[in-house]
């Protein structure tokens, strides 16, 4: 199994930033794929960002120049660099690890509230 815990939500104004952390433990041996999720009130969870084993990224076109997604490279530890950040940018953002066989994991979620 992998265990998934995020860190670094909170509020901020329009146009700050805030880091997330995801802090995996477990089988993160076989993880080949993570990702940031999110979702806001009343709306469908939504991918952010998403981060291959090999290094090749992938984000919605609503953060691309402003989110970056990155890890600490063993993938125990994953990063949402978020940078302009917008009221629509407000939500729960959930971590996610696709590990092969051993199976597909979420953490509890961290919120986000970016203020007008």
């Known amino acids: 199994q992998v265990h998934l815990v995020e860190s670094g939500g909170g509020l901020v104004q329009v146009g700050g930033s805030l880091r997330l952390s995801c802090t995996a433990s477990?089988?993160?041996?076989?993880?080949?794929?993570m990702a940031w999720y999110r979702q806001a009130p009343g709306k469908q969870r939504e991918l952010v960002a998403s981060v291959y084993s090999r290094g090749v990224t992938n984000y919605a076109d609503s953060v691309k120049g402003r989110f970056t997604i990155s890890t600490d490279g063993v993938r125990n530890t994953l990063y949402l660099q978020m940078n302009s950040l917008e009221p629509d940018d407000t939500a729960v953002y959930y971590c996610?690890?696709?590990?092969?066989?051993?199976?597909?994991?979420w953490g509890p979620g961290t919120q986000v509230t970016v203020s007008s």
């Open positions: 996610f690890a696709d590990a092969r066989e051993i199976g597909k994991y």
């Open positions: 477990g089988s993160t041996f076989s993880i080949n794929v």
